[in-house]
T-cell receptor, first 110, second 109 residues
Framework: EADIYQTPRYLVIGTGKKITLECSQTMGHDKMYWYQQDPGMELHLIHYSYGVNSTEKGDLSSESTVSRIRTEHFPLTLESARPSHTSQYLC?????????FGEGSWLTVV | RKEVEQDPGPFNVPEGATVAFNCTYS??????FFWYRQDCRKEPKLLMSVYSSGNEDGRFTAQLNRASQYISLLIRDSKLSDSATYLCAVNDAGNMLTFGGGTRLMVKP
């Protein structure tokens, strides 16, 4: 089992609120990722990081931002949530090419 | 054309059946291949890596066909608990793993 943790697991917030989804891994992996996935739909990479102070945007445009100040921590922030941000957000990490996922954060914006 | 493509299914099979899924990839330079399993509303979990020589883990067999650029997953003696979405993943030119859209399997009693 991968040691990668996401909080909160479930969140319902109002439109316009700022939220941060936390992701931590204890495996010392350099690479970390954020994916967005709607139920029954494909995984979409929205952000990734190859190490501290490295962040890149993924294939799917996202209004979220990320930071990587510590190896083990890769939080995702939405400055002003909208109903279109309602989705599951999956954090992942890897050392080589094998990616391990956290349990996901389900975000509902009302 | 997508870099990694899968038949979305669903594949509806009876218990005990053998079922196979394919996953095609477009980058001939890809070196790493994986199968993940994703249950409904859960995170994807690594099922198995796919090696050039193929590999087997119990009822599951993964194969790589470089000439035709696809990987396959064979499930023998299907169980109800095998019902899930199976995602393939292939590393791309930037050494980033790209996931297919997934193939949904439903095993019926």
């Amino acid at each position: 089992e991968a040691d990668i943790y996401q909080t909160p697991r479930y969140l319902v917030i109002g439109t316009g609120k700022k939220i941060t989804l936390e992701c931590s891994q204890t495996m010392g992996h350099d690479k970390m990722y954020w994916y967005q996935q709607d139920p029954g739909m494909e995984l979409h990479l929205i952000h990734y990081s190859y190490g501290v102070n490295s962040t890149e945007k993924g294939d799917l445009s996202s209004e979220s931002t990320v930071s990587r100040i510590r190896t083990e921590h890769f939080p995702l922030t939405l400055e002003s949530a909208r109903p279109s941000h309602t989705s599951q957000y999956l954090c992942a990490s890897s050392f080589t090419n094998t990616i391990y996922f956290g349990e996901g954060s389900w975000l509902t914006v009302v | 054309r997508k870099e990694v493509e899968q038949d979305p299914g669903p594949f509806n099979v009876p218990e005990g059946a053998t079922v196979a899924f394919n996953c095609t990839y477009s980058n001939s330079a890809s070196q790493s291949f994986f199968w993940y399993r994703q249950d409904c509303r859960k995170e994807p979990k690594l099922l198995m890596s796919v090696y050039s020589s193929g590999n087997e883990d119990g009822r599951f067999t993964a194969q790589l066909n470089r000439a035709s650029q696809y990987i396959s997953l064979l499930i023998r003696d299907s169980k109800l608990s095998d019902s899930a979405t199976y995602l393939c993943a292939v590393n791309d030119a930037g050494n980033m793993l790209t996931f297919g859209g997934g193939t949904r399997l439903m095993v019926k009693p």
